[in-house]
T-cell receptor, first 113, second 112 residues
């Protein structure tokens, strides 16, 4: 299976700044996910996206977060006003159907200072 | 989704089989058992999944007990590159877009 590409690999930002993390999956996949992992902790689900709409989101995914697929290929996660506790690895994943077989990207490390 | 229980850590000698157990005593009849692993801080990697029957692929074998209350992931000839955190997840497919939920997993250390 083709891999998911995430950019940037590492971003350092100041608290309160907006951050956009990008994921380039294969365009014919319909199911996309964002997960995050704070250093030393579990991989946590943020949001799932199907057919260009959010289908599930966790309590972590509050109003500071948004996702979109602006051009039918890139899949973005935006954090409007970053907080120190947003520092984490953010993983994008895709699936080819309603399945538990997800293909994850290598992650984007976000550091908020 | 049913809760799974895994030992926090295990060691395995290089070249030997690594047998990673998972308990899922509350699993429902239509929940699958999925295994993933995470090497260092990379993205989780899908390994294998099964429902009732034992499964094998190029990475591993999955043995599910007849009562489906537990399973074992087997890496037949562990290498140093298999050192990772291994996650066992009970997942209900065909449930819309319900996400996979990762627990703490088992940290497998393969020792030379």
């Amino acid at each position: 299976e083709p891999e998911v590409t995430q950019t940037p690999s590492h971003q350092v930002t100041q608290m309160g700044q907006e951050v956009i993390l990008r994921c380039v999956p294969i365009s014919n996949h319909l199911y996309f996910y964002w997960y995050r992992q704070i250093l030393g902790q579990k991989v946590e689900f943020l949001v799932s996206f199907y057919n260009n709409e959010i289908s599930e989101k966790s309590e972590i995914f509050d109003d500071q977060f948004s996702v979109e697929r602006p051009d039918g290929s890139n899949f973005t996660l935006k954090i409007r006003s970053t907080k120190l506790e947003d520092s984490a690895m953010y993983f994008c994943a895709r699936a080819s159907g309603v399945t538990g077989e997800l293909f994850f990207g290598e992650g984007s490390r976000l550091t908020v200072l | 989704d049913a809760k799974t229980t895994q030992p926090p850590s295990m060691d395995c000698a290089e070249g030997r089989a690594a047998n990673l157990p998972c308990n899922h005593s509350t699993i429902s009849g239509n929940e699958y058992v999925y295994w993933y692993r995470q090497i260092h801080s990379q993205g989780p990697q899908y390994i294998i999944h099964g429902l009732k029957n034992n499964e094998t692929n190029e990475m591993a074998s999955l043995i599910i007990t007849e009562d489906r209350k537990s399973s074992t992931l087997i890496l037949p000839h562990a290498t140093l590159r298999d050192t990772a955190v291994y996650y066992c997840i009970a997942f209900l497919r065909n449930s819309g877009n319900t996400p996979l939920v990762f627990g703490k997993g088992t940290r497998l250390s393969v020792i030379a």
